[in-house]
């Protein structure tokens, strides 16, 4: 798809590029926030148990873990 520069368009074919995009958004199916918000809420309370960010890293498998200390003479 070729790029289109905005400024070299007249403001005619801003507004038809402008109504077409509104013609695309007005068939977009909308959901209230409400509902998104409890959906997200038990799909994130629903892996928590094997979330290694809530869970955290058992030392044994923490490939961040230091391997010795820093000595400083």
């Not at 994130?44 to 820093?70: H, M, R, S, T």
């Given at each position: 798809?070729?790029v289109?520069?905005?400024?070299?368009?007249?403001?005619?074919?801003?507004?038809?590029?402008?109504?077409?995009?509104?013609?695309?958004?007005?068939?977009?199916?909308?959901?209230?926030?409400?509902?998104?918000?409890?959906?997200?809420?038990?799909y994130?309370?629903?892996?928590?148990?094997?979330?290694?960010?809530?869970?955290?890293?058992?030392?044994?498998?923490?490939?961040?873990?230091?391997?010795?200390?820093?000595v400083?003479?």
């Amino acid at each position: 798809m070729p790029v289109i520069n905005i400024d070299d368009l007249t403001d005619l074919d801003k507004a038809k590029m402008e109504v077409t995009q509104l013609k695309l958004e007005v068939k977009l199916e909308r959901a209230k926030v409400s509902k998104c918000c409890e959906e997200i809420t038990e799909y994130i309370q629903g892996g928590a148990d094997e979330d290694p960010l809530v869970k955290g890293i058992p030392e044994e498998k923490n490939p961040f873990k230091e391997k010795g200390g820093c000595v400083i003479c």
